[in-house]
């Protein structure tokens, strides 16, 4: 079946099966992390906290490109299957179980599962949709991100209190079965015609062996390791090898999973720079304001997690209109890419501004100018890419787009982190603590309860009055040299956006292009 032929209630159906999908992965991480205290209390695995945090998004990131690679070789139904399965496999084995390593598994082929929908979703609306209807269309799914930044922490919660944490998993089952039947039964297996190339196992297993100690590198820096030990430097120089083999691989591949003639594209290796830059900025807000809301405003964690919504909100309306005004023109343009970065830019260098004394609503219109500037970036990125490639690699180039967005988050995230705690140990270093009780100066020190309200509360109820006024001063301190380090935070985020200017100035619209898929043909 040709994809002309898909029209009216099968197309609905086919659209409500990608959001359920996509909903399993974009859901994921908002709901688990309400939960995660508590799992890690009943499964008593508080020093693995991060854990199943870091194995979702290891496992996720290494199969994105292999997943879009698949795809191009067999079809679209078999690795949506496949992703589907895998999730709700992982979901189950979650929900059961009864250890943090058992969890810890479980997650990471949950992860994998949620790496191949989300490539396996933008690959199908490009298949269903012509250029110059697609913009629309992927801004319609894309809304899925902003619901589950919404509903998934509410949820979460409602869920741990009210029932159990094991439920937030399980509860993936019904929507996982519903996308799964509607897929089977409305999705044809969309393939470029006569395409019959075979897997590449080589690339494969190198760009695994290059990901993974690359993704560990960035997670434990900084945190774990300095980022000049040798495990951290050992990883680095490990991957980098690996990449260098996997570049010389991928020349030689019949079927390439990220073919290199993509970096000899202008159309798409500046666009997917913009993809890697945009995820990065974007992360600094997401992880950094509730930080600044919390520990220095003073705020409930509730609160705190409640301002990145209007960022959300923002991102999912504007990247819904510039879906529609890229539709409208022959190619996206590169003076609105440019104008993303400059708006981004902008809302960083307002949120260096935020102090003590800022207001929550200055924070909330500064995070709806951030969402405006990144949600312009995400259709134009998608689109570019995906009209750029050969119509025989659309599932490897839309692959390739996420796989940059990952890794965009996961190195900024760990940029952002160094900076952080950087610009914390020289704050603490200098902090005044004279007149300071001996037993509360270690607490004072400690990020975590600096950024605790009830454990500051705590404090100043147990401190003697004539030392009052010297605990009040060092809280005071201590929240300034926070404040400090989400400034550093947004500076980078500001040089980042800076950096994404200059791409944007080499960047090339591809032209607008029908392609024409069909089912597999037989390859013997």
């Excluded at 539709?327 to 949120?351: C, E, H, K, Y």
């Excluded at 200098?430 to 607490?443: K, M």
Aim: glycine share 8%; hydrophobic share 55%; aromatic share 10%.
């Amino acid at each position: 079946m040709k994809k002309d032929d898909i029209r009216g209630a099968r197309l609905a159906l086919i659209i409500v099966a990608l959001m359920a999908s996509l909903l399993l992965a974009a859901l994921d991480s908002t709901i688990v992390s309400t939960a995660m205290k508590t799992i890690v209390n009943e499964l008593e695995g508080v020093s693995l906290y991060a854990w199943p945090f870091t194995i979702y998004m290891l496992c996720s990131t290494v199969i994105i490109p292999i997943s879009g690679g698949l795809a191009d070789i067999y079809g679209r139904r078999p690795i949506f299957f496949a992703g589907i399965f895998s999730f709700l496999a992982g979901s189950l084995l979650c929900g059961l179980s009864r250890s943090m390593m058992w969890l810890i598994l479980a997650r990471g082929l949950q992860g994998i599962g949620g790496g191949i929908l989300t490539t396996s979703v933008f690959t199908v609306v490009a298949d269903l949709f012509p250029p110059q209807r697609r913009g629309k269309y992927m801004g319609v799914v894309t809304s899925v991100y902003g619901l589950s930044s919404i509903v998934g922490p509410l949820l979460g919660g409602l869920i741990t209190d009210y029932l159990n944490w094991r439920w937030i998993f399980y509860i993936n089952v019904p929507v996982g079965i519903i996308a799964f039947l509607l897929v089977a039964l409305f999705l044809p297996n969309f393939k470029t015609a006569g395409q019959c190339a075979r897997i590449d196992i080589s690339g494969t297993a190198v760009l695994i062996l290059a990901l993974v100690p690359m993704l560990l590198a960035f997670s434990f820096a900084g945190t774990t390791y300095s980022w000049g030990s040798v495990q951290i430097l050992g990883m680095l120089v490990f991957s980098a090898a690996m990449l260098a083999l996997f570049v010389y691989v991928e020349t030689k591949a019949q079927s390439p999973i990220i073919p290199m003639s993509f970096f000899k594209d202008r159309s798409i290796w500046v666009t997917l720079a913009g993809a890697f830059l945009s995820n990065a900025v974007m992360y600094a807000a997401i992880i950094y304001i509730p930080y600044f809301i919390q520990g220095v405003l003073g705020t409930s964690a509730t609160t705190s997690g409640a301002v990145t919504i209007p960022m959300t909100i923002a991102l999912m309306i504007v990247s819904n209109i510039v879906g529609v005004c890229i539709t409208q023109t022959s190619r996206p343009f590169r003076p609105l890419m440019i104008l993303s970065f400059v708006t981004a830019g902008v809302a960083s260098v307002l949120l260096t501004t935020l102090g003590v004394d800022s207001s929550y609503t200055s924070v909330i219109i500064f995070m709806i100018i951030m969402g405006a500037g990144i949600g312009s970036t995400m259709p134009i990125c998608n689109i570019n890419v995906q009209n750029a490639a050969p119509v025989e690699q659309l599932a490897s180039a839309t692959g390739a787009t996420q796989f940059f967005r990952t890794i965009g988050s996961t190195i900024g995230s760990a940029i952002f982190g160094t900076v952080m705690t950087s610009a914390l140990a020289r704050g603490f270093l200098t902090l005044d603590l004279s007149g300071v009780p001996e037993d509360i100066r270690g607490l004072l020190s400690n990020p975590q309860v600096i950024t605790d309200t009830e454990a500051l509360a705590r404090i100043t109820a147990q401190t003697p009055p004539d030392q009052a006024e010297a605990v009040a001063a060092a809280i005071a301190g201590a929240k300034g040299v926070l404040l400090s380090g989400i400034h550093n935070v947004f500076f980078v985020a500001a040089a980042l956006c800076v950096a994404g200017v200059v791409f944007s100035l080499f960047f090339k619209g591809a032209p607008m292009r029908i392609v024409h898929l069909d089912n597999p043909p037989d390859c013997d």
